[in-house]
């Protein structure tokens, strides 16, 4: 199940990366072309309808491919450098030191992350670099703990008593036994982290906080197209397709490997 599961999910990230990449070619029209011809049903022309603006839902679906996977790789990269690090040292040093960095993960932990991402978005601002800063921050403490349980459970090992034995530094340890050891944990725990930026951004997105228009993004046209669902439901529906297929790709190939 694990690999029918790695492959299902491999299958889907790489569908829809390779129309992130290739979005002039696939789209059929600009994203961002107004027309004449507002609120229509799919049609021969514009296969998902058109939006209130008279745009190509179709061409807006691929093109806002791009923005979520930006986000999404970029908030786990920057959740990973803070986590890694912290939860590295939490887990291999001894004392005051563990103590307070695991009392600084509990603290972000209990924290509602939707509602600290809100409040911080409102802050400093909705754009595509602090989207990732804000999700990449707020997402690594399950990176952090998730680090740290590893590095409990390695630091135990007789390897790593040999190495203490030896002389060998603290710093030195982590670098040469503990981090060959986590680094499995983390690559499997990126791809849930990925999944669960884009689910987060696009939500901020439907509540007004995501990327301006008039850029194509994913949480931006599920909330535009709420008010037409019952002239042509594809305004919204079809984001909201590919959010779900998209998370769940990602999901798939972290939950197989972790």
């Known amino acids: 199940m694990n690999d029918r599961g790695r492959w299902i999910g491999a299958g889907v990230v790489a569908f829809i990366a390779s129309a ?9 029209n600009d994203p961002n072309a107004s027309g004449i011809d507002m609120l229509a049903l799919p049609n021969a022309t514009h296969w998902l309808g058109t939006d209130d603006l008279g745009r190509d839902v179709l061409s807006r679906v691929i093109h806002g491919a791009r923005a979520s996977l930006a986000i999404g790789f970029g908030a786990a990269l920057v959740a990973a450098l803070i986590g890694v690090p912290v939860g590295l040292v939490a887990g291999t040093l001894r004392g005051s030191i563990d103590v307070a960095l695991a009392a600084l993960i509990d603290m972000f932990i209990a924290l509602p992350g939707l509602v600290l991402a809100l409040i911080i978005t409102v802050m400093v601002g909705a754009n595509l670099r602090n989207l990732i800063l804000v999700l990449g921050v707020v997402m690594w403490p399950p990176v952090a703990r998730l680090v740290r349980g590893q590095a409990l459970a390695i630091r135990e090992a ?6 203490r034995a030896t002389g ?17 944990v983390v690559g499997a725990q990126f791809s849930i982290s990925v999944s669960a930026a884009i689910f987060t951004s696009s939500s901020l997105s439907f509540l007004g906080l995501g990327i301006s228009p008039p850029t194509a993004d994913w949480g931006g046209m599920v909330r535009a197209g709420y008010d037409y669902l019952a002239i042509n439901p594809c305004i919204s529906l079809a984001p909201g397709a590919a959010v779900s297929l998209t998370v769940m790709g990602f999901y798939l190939i972290g939950k197989s490997f972790r």
Do not use: D, Q, S, T
């Open 158 to 163: 007789l390897f790593i008593e040999a190495a």
């Open 20 to 28: 992130a990449i290739a979005a002039p070619v696939l789209a059929p």
């Open 168 to 184: 060998g530094k603290p710093l030195w340890i982590i670098r040469r036994h503990v981090w060959p050891n986590v680094l499995p």
